[in-house]
C-alpha cells in the first residue's frame, strides 16, 4: 500500500484549524470579519465561558441562500475571490474560504441564514465536522453562527487554552479592534449574559473611540495630519498626544486597508515617530489607518491574516514616521495656545465663572509665594508675572494678571519641594517638573546647534589615544563626522586606533575614554537608523542628563519664569527627552470633582 494518502476533508480541516482557530478569540476574529464582508450594520458576540462554552454571533448582513450556507462549510468555499489576480489586490477581510470549515471541524456548530428577500431561511447543524441536520429556519435576516464546546474533540488543543478570564479578555480586544476599524457599524458584546459593551454606529472614529474608551482618553488623542498628495500611503485616524504611553501594546494599533494587523515596519515607525516623546519601554497609543493600493500589501501571509507584508516597506514607514511627527507638532501649537489663553475668557461658560473669584489664587496666596521665595534667596527677588502692587479694593488681582503681556498669561504660584513649580493658567493647576523641564529645553538646544553649525566643544589638555575592536572601530569611522558636528573632536589615528582632543562643553568633568566608551556602546545598540540626525539626538538625549539641573537645586523666581517661558518655546514642552512627563495639567473639572462641589 502506498505511503502518502491524501487526509479526509474533516482530518484536513482540522488540520488547518490548527492555524486558524487558535483560540476562542480567533473564532470571533474570523466571524466578525465575515459578518463585516456580508455587509452588516449591526454585530452582536455572545459568549460564555470565555467563548470554550459558546461563541455566538448575529449580524444583519446579506445572509445566504441554502445552497451557500451548505457550500460556505467546504473547506476552500469563498465568495471573495475568484481567480489569482483577485489574490494580488484583496479588497475583503477574508478570501482564503478556510475559516467555518475549520471551526465547525472543532466544535458543535449551528448555523442559521437567510436573505432579506427570501421566504425562509436555513438552519445547518455540525457536529466535529459532520453535518448533522439541514433544514428551513425562520430567523430574521442575517446570519448567526453559534460554536459550542469549542474543540471538545481535540482535547490536547483544549488544554492549551487559558482562564476563562483571560479568554474572555481577548476576545473582548479583538472585539475593540474590530469596533474601531469599523465604526459605521454598530456592535454589541455580551458576555456570561451580561453586556459588556454597546456602541452604535456613527460616522466618527473618534466618537467610537469614546464610546469604548471614555472621553478622557479621546482628549488626549489628536487628530492625524495627512501626508502630502504626492504619498503612496494615505494615514489617518487618531494618535496620543506627546506623554499618552503605555506599558503594553494593547492600545498601539493599526489599521491597513481596514485590517488591524501587527507589523514590526510599522511598530518601528511608530517608535521613530514619536522618538524623544516616548518613554523607554512605553508603547504610544495609536488608532492609526493606512490605506494603501491593495497590489501594494500581500494579506495573505499568515493563516489568521494578522500581519501583511508590504510592497515598499520603506516607503510605508517613512510616510508613518512623518505622519507622527507632524502631528505631534501640530498638537503642540494647539496646545500652547490653550495653555496661554488668558484666564478669564477661556474658562467653561457653564456656570464655572461663578467660581472663579474662589479658585483664582486669592492675594495671601500671593504672600506666601513670595515669603517663600524670600525665605529661600535673600535678598528677595521681585516676583516680575505676580502683581507689583499689592491687591487691594481699587487693585484687584485679577485686573493685574489681565493685563500682564501675551506670553505671561499663566502665574506661577511657588516651587514645591524645591522641584515642582505651581502655576495657574486658563485650563486649571499645573504642576511642571523643573529637572525634566530643563532637559527638555537643553535638548532642544542642543540639537539646534548641533544642526546649525555643531555643538561647542573644549580642548582636552593632553589629546587621549585609545584603540577599539574593530566592530567598534568601524562602527565609529561610519558615523565620525556626527560625532565632530556633537563637540567631539574625534579622528584616526592608525588600523583601529583614534585620537579625541576636544569634547563637548556642556560634558561636566568627563573622563574622556569611559565617555567615548560609553557613547559607542549606548549608540551602537540604540540607532539601527542610519540617520546621523537621529544618531546626534540619542547622543544629546542620553548625555543631557548630566547637565540638567537636578531636583533640589534651587532656583531664583527668574530663572523659575524663564525655564517656563523656554520650555513653552520647545518643539515638544511636554515631555523630557527620555518621554517623562514634564508637566501635568489638573483641570477646574478635576479639582472640582476631587473637592465634591460636581457629581
Ligand atoms: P472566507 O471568509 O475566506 O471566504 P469563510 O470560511 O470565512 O471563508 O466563509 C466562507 C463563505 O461563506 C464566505 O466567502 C461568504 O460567502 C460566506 N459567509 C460566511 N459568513 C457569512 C455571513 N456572516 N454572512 C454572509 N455570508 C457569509
Ligand atoms: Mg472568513
Keep these: 500500500m502506498s505511503r502518502i494518502q491524501l487526509l479526509p476533508d474533516i482530518l484536513a480541516s482540522q488540520v488547518a484549524a490548527g492555524e486558524v482557530v487558535e483560540r476562542p478569540a480567533s473564532v470571533v476574529k474570523e466571524l466578525v470579519e465575515?459578518?463585516?464582508?456580508?455587509?452588516?450594520?449591526?454585530?452582536?458576540?455572545?459568549?460564555?465561558?470565555?467563548?470554550?462554552?459558546?461563541?455566538?454571533?448575529?449580524?444583519?448582513?446579506?445572509?445566504?441562500?441554502?445552497?451557500?450556507?451548505?457550500?460556505?462549510?467546504?473547506?476552500?468555499?469563498?465568495?471573495?475571490?475568484?481567480?489569482?489576480?483577485?489574490?494580488?489586490?484583496?479588497?475583503?477581510?477574508?478570501?482564503?474560504?478556510?475559516?467555518?470549515?475549520?471551526?465547525?471541524?472543532?466544535?458543535?456548530?449551528?448555523?442559521?441564514?437567510?436573505?432579506?428577500?427570501?421566504?425562509?431561511?436555513?438552519?445547518?447543524?455540525?457536529?466535529?465536522?459532520?453535518?448533522?441536520?439541514?433544514r428551513d429556519g425562520g430567523e430574521a435576516p442575517g446570519t448567526q453562527v453559534e460554536?459550542?464546546?469549542?474543540?471538545?474533540?481535540?482535547?490536547?488543543?483544549?488544554?492549551?487554552?487559558?482562564?476563562?478570564?483571560?479568554?474572555?479578555?481577548?476576545?473582548?480586544?479583538?472585539?475593540?479592534?474590530?469596533?474601531?476599524?469599523h465604526p459605521r457599524v454598530a456592535f454589541a458584546f455580551v458576555r456570561d449574559d451580561r453586556v459588556s459593551f454597546q456602541v452604535p454606529a456613527t460616522d466618527s472614529l473618534r466618537e467610537r473611540i469614546r464610546d469604548l474608551h471614555g472621553s478622557e482618553l479621546v482628549a488626549r488623542l489628536l487628530e492625524v495630519q495627512p501626508p502630502?498628495?504626492?504619498?503612496?500611503?494615505?494615514?489617518?485616524?487618531?494618535?496620543?498626544?506627546?506623554?499618552?504611553?503605555?506599558?503594553?501594546?494593547?492600545q498601539q494599533i493599526v489599521f491597513v486597508n481596514g485590517r488591524a494587523i501587527e507589523s514590526p515596519v510599522l511598530n518601528a515607525a511608530l517608535r521613530e515617530g514619536y522618538h524623544t516623546a516616548l518613554m523607554k519601554g512605553q508603547f504610544p497609543v495609536t488608532f492609526l489607518f493606512l490605506a494603501l493600493d491593495p497590489a501594494a500589501v500581500d494579506v495573505n501571509v499568515h493563516p489568521a491574516k494578522r500581519e501583511v507584508r508590504f510592497r515598499d516597506p520603506g516607503a510605508v514607514r517613512e510616510a508613518v514616521v512623518e505622519a507622527v511627527r507632524r502631528t505631534l507638532e501640530g498638537g503642540r501649537r494647539d496646545w500652547q495656545q490653550q495653555f496661554r489663553a488668558r484666564a478669564e475668557p477661556?474658562?467653561?461658560d457653564s456656570g464655572a465663572a461663578d467660581h472663579l473669584p474662589e479658585i483664582a489664587p486669592a492675594p495671601g496666596g500671593l504672600e506666601i509665594t513670595r515669603r517663600a521665595w524670600a525665605v529661600d534667596h535673600t535678598p528677595s527677588v521681585p516676583i516680575a508675572a505676580t502683581p507689583a502692587v499689592p491687591a487691594?479694593?481699587?487693585?484687584?488681582?485679577?485686573q493685574e494678571i489681565d493685563a500682564a503681556p501675551r506670553d505671561r498669561q499663566f502665574q506661577i504660584i511657588g516651587v514645591l519641594n524645591k522641584l515642582y513649580v505651581l502655576m495657574e493658567n486658563a485650563g486649571g493647576l499645573v504642576l511642571?517638573?523643573?529637572?525634566?523641564?530643563?532637559?527638555?529645553?537643553?535638548?532642544?538646544?542642543?540639537?539646534?546647534?548641533?544642526e546649525e553649525k555643531g555643538v561647542p566643544s573644549q580642548r582636552l589638555l593632553l589629546p587621549q589615544t585609545f584603540d577599539?575592536?574593530?566592530?567598534?572601530?568601524?562602527?565609529?569611522?561610519?558615523?565620525?563626522?556626527?560625532?565632530?558636528?556633537?563637540?567631539?573632536?574625534?579622528?584616526?589615528?592608525?588600523?583601529?586606533?583614534?585620537?579625541?582632543?576636544?569634547?563637548?562643553t556642556f560634558l561636566t568633568a568627563p573622563d574622556s575614554l569611559r565617555f567615548m566608551h560609553d557613547v559607542i556602546d549606548e549608540l551602537r545598540s540604540a540607532s539601527n537608523s542610519s540617520s546621523a540626525l537621529r544618531l546626534g539626538e540619542d547622543m544629546i538625549a542620553k548625555t543631557v542628563c548630566r547637565h540638567a539641573v537636578k531636583a533640589n537645586d534651587p532656583l531664583r523666581y527668574p530663572e523659575v519664569e524663564k525655564l517656563i517661558?523656554?520650555?513653552?518655546?520647545?518643539?515638544?514642552?511636554?515631555?523630557?527627552?527620555?518621554?517623562?512627563?514634564?508637566?501635568?495639567?489638573?483641570?477646574?473639572?478635576?479639582?472640582?470633582?476631587k473637592f465634591g462641589r460636581k457629581a
Design 468 to 504: 577599539l575592536p574593530p566592530r567598534d572601530a568601524e562602527w565609529v569611522e561610519r558615523n565620525i563626522a556626527t560625532l565632530q558636528k556633537m563637540g567631539i573632536g574625534i579622528e584616526p589615528f592608525g588600523p583601529n586606533t583614534f585620537k579625541i582632543d576636544s569634547l563637548p
Design 346 to 348: 477661556a474658562m467653561p
Design 34 to 134: 465575515n459578518s463585516l464582508d456580508a455587509g452588516a450594520r449591526r454585530i452582536e458576540t455572545i459568549i460564555r465561558r470565555g467563548g470554550i462554552s459558546l461563541v455566538r454571533v448575529v449580524d444583519d448582513g446579506c445572509g445566504m441562500d441554502r445552497d451557500d450556507a451548505l457550500l460556505c462549510l467546504e473547506r476552500h468555499a469563498t465568495s471573495k475571490i475568484r481567480s489569482a489576480s483577485d489574490l494580488a489586490a484583496i479588497d475583503t477581510l477574508g478570501f482564503r474560504g478556510e475559516a467555518l470549515p475549520s471551526i465547525a471541524s472543532v466544535s458543535r456548530f449551528r448555523l442559521t441564514t437567510r436573505e432579506a428577500e427570501a421566504v425562509a431561511g436555513t438552519e445547518i447543524l455540525v457536529s466535529g465536522g459532520r453535518i448533522e441536520t439541514v
Design 147 to 181: 460554536v459550542r464546546s469549542l474543540f471538545y474533540n481535540l482535547p490536547a488543543r483544549r488544554k492549551f487554552l487559558r482562564s476563562e478570564n483571560t479568554e474572555s479578555r481577548n476576545i473582548e480586544h479583538q472585539l475593540y479592534l474590530q469596533a474601531t476599524g
Design 565 to 593: 517661558r523656554d520650555l513653552l518655546e520647545c518643539e515638544l514642552p511636554y515631555c523630557c527627552p527620555h518621554g517623562r512627563p514634564t508637566m501635568i495639567q489638573i483641570s477646574h473639572a478635576e479639582l472640582e470633582k
Design 392 to 398: 487691594s479694593e481699587d487693585h484687584p488681582v485679577r
Design 228 to 250: 502630502g498628495s504626492q504619498s503612496a500611503v494615505d494615514i489617518s485616524g487618531l494618535i496620543g498626544q506627546a506623554g499618552l504611553s503605555r506599558q503594553t501594546r494593547a
Design 432 to 450: 511642571v517638573d523643573q529637572h525634566a523641564a530643563h532637559e527638555r529645553i537643553l535638548f532642544e538646544e542642543l540639537r539646534r546647534r548641533m
